[in-house]
Nanobody
Framework: QAHLAESGGGLVQAGGSLRLSCLAS????????MAWFRQAPGREREFVAS????????NYADSVAGRFSIYRDNAKNTLYLQMNSLKPDDRAVYYC????????????WGQGTQVTVSS
């Protein structure tokens, strides 16, 4: 059964760092395009970053470019999001997501992990 499980969220002061992890199981992780999304209170879910399964190109939302880094360890079936220089606006529930090559929409979603940034 396909399952994504995020971890690593928590409370951090503005300017601090966190690393989120997403462990995949029941999936051929290395062949999936993976991404992070987030949803802040009262706002729609938004794209944060993505990483392809082959020739690992990455893509970032303008709001996080230069501060966040997405990477993956296929041997560990794990996706990461390194978040530096965190701002109060980064407060949200962060979700990892995956999709097979050729599929437009993300098919697999984790349950989310809360990130809170205090000012």
């Amino acid at each position: 059964q396909a399952h994504l499980a995020e971890s690593g969220g928590g409370l951090v002061q503005a300017g601090g760092s966190l690393r989120l992890s997403c462990l995949a199981s029941g999936l051929t992780f290395r062949t999936l395009h993976m991404a992070w999304f987030r949803q802040a209170p009262g706002r729609e879910r938004e794209f944060v970053a993505s990483i392809r399964w082959v020739t690992p190109g990455t893509n970032y939302a303008d709001s996080v470019a230069g501060r966040f880094s997405i990477y993956r360890d296929n041997a560990k079936n794990t996706l990461y999001l390194q978040m530096n220089s965190l701002k109060p606006d980064d407060r949200a529930v962060y979700y990892c997501a995956g999709r097979r090559s050729g599929v437009k929409e993300y098919e697999y979603w984790g349950q989310g992990t809360q990130v809170t940034v205090s000012s």
